[in-house]
T-cell receptor
Framework: GAVVSQHPSRVICKSGTSVKIECRSL??????MFWYRQFPKQSLMLMAT?????????EQGVEKDKFLINHASLTLSTLTVTSAHPEDSSFYIC??????????????FGPGTRLTVT | QKEVEQNSGPLSVPEGAIASLNCTYSDRGSQSFFWYRQYSGKSPELIMFIYSNGDKEDGRFTAQLNKASQYVSLLIRDSQPSDSATYLCAVNGASSGGSNYKLTFGKGTLLTVNP
C-alpha cells in the first residue's frame, strides 16, 4: 500500500505557457499533500503544503500566484506552473500523508515530474 | 530555525559490510524521524520510520533514535551495490505538527557500496 502517482512524468513546454502536474494517492486517502522541487545535485525543497478543501500554505519565497495548487479531493492534488520560464525547469515531486490518525507523519512520494522549459 | 544535519559523504563501504549513516537535529521537540532512500534521478522512497527511543529493525535496516542526544542513525547490514544511493534523514518537529505535518529534510548522505 501507500502508492502515489504523478502525471506527467516528463514534460517539455515553451516559455510563457502553463503546465499542470497531477498527484494522486492510489490506495489511501491523503488529507495533506506536499509539493517539492529539486534541482540537480541539490536537496529537496518544500514549496507548499496542500490540505484537502482549503488553500495551500506556501513556503517563504515561493510565489503562490505562479505555482497554483488545488487539492479538491482526498486523493488528488494538482500543481500548475503558470507562465513558465527556463529557470522553472526542475524535478517536481509530490508526497502524500496517510490520513490514519495518531502519530502518522509518514510521507510517501510520487515518482516525480521532470519539467523542462525551453 | 529547525535544522537536520547529515554528513554529505560520500560514504564508501565494501559489499557485505555495515553502512552507518548519521543524522542530528536541532528541534528538541521533534516527534518522528524518517529515513528515505533516493536513487539518482528518482524520487525518495521511505525505508524506515521511528518514533520512540531505541532501535527499530526491518530486514537489513536498523534505525536508532536517541532523543536526549538529538541523534538518529540508520545501519544497513550486509550492504549490497544496490544500496548505493543518497539517504535522506527527515524529522517532524513539535512545531510542525497540527494541521501541517511538514518534514524537515537533511541534505542527504551519498552511500557507495563497492562490489
Amino acid at each position: 500500500g501507500a502508492v502515489v502517482s504523478q502525471h506527467p512524468s516528463r514534460v517539455i513546454c515553451k516559455s510563457g505557457t502553463s503546465v499542470k502536474i497531477e498527484c494522486r494517492s492510489l490506495d489511501f486517502q491523503a488529507t495533506t499533500m506536499f509539493w517539492y522541487r529539486q534541482f540537480p545535485k541539490q536537496s529537496l525543497m518544500l514549496m507548499a503544503t496542500s490540505n484537502e478543501g482549503s488553500k495551500a500554505t506556501y513556503e517563504q519565497g515561493v510565489e503562490k500566484d505562479k505555482f497554483l495548487i488545488n487539492h479538491a479531493s482526498l486523493t488528488l492534488s494538482t500543481l500548475t506552473v503558470t507562465s513558465a520560464h527556463p529557470e522553472d525547469s526542475s524535478f517536481y515531486i509530490c508526497s502524500a500523508r496517510r490520513t490514519s490518525g495518531g502519530l502518522n507523519y509518514e510521507q510517501y512520494f510520487g515518482p516525480g515530474t521532470r519539467l523542462t522549459v525551453t | 530555525q529547525k535544522e537536520v544535519e547529515q554528513n554529505s559523504g560520500p560514504l564508501s563501504v565494501p559489499e557485505g559490510a555495515i553502512a552507518s549513516l548519521n543524522c542530528t537535529y536541532s528541534d528538541r521537540g521533534s516527534q518522528s524521524f524518517f529515513w528515505y532512500r533516493q536513487y539518482s534521478g528518482k524520487s525518495p522512497e521511505l525505508i524506515m520510520f521511528i518514533y520512540s527511543n531505541g532501535d527499530k529493525e526491518d530486514g537489513r535496516f536498523t534505525a536508532q533514535l536517541n532523543k536526549a542526544s538529538q541523534y538518529v542513525s540508520l545501519l544497513i547490514r550486509d550492504s549490497q551495490p544496490s544500496d548505493s544511493a543518497t539517504y535522506l534523514c527527515a524529522v517532524n518537529g513539535a512545531s510542525s505538527g497540527g494541521s501541517n505535518y511538514k518534514l524537515t529534510f537533511g541534505k542527504g548522505t551519498l552511500l557507495t557500496v563497492n562490489p
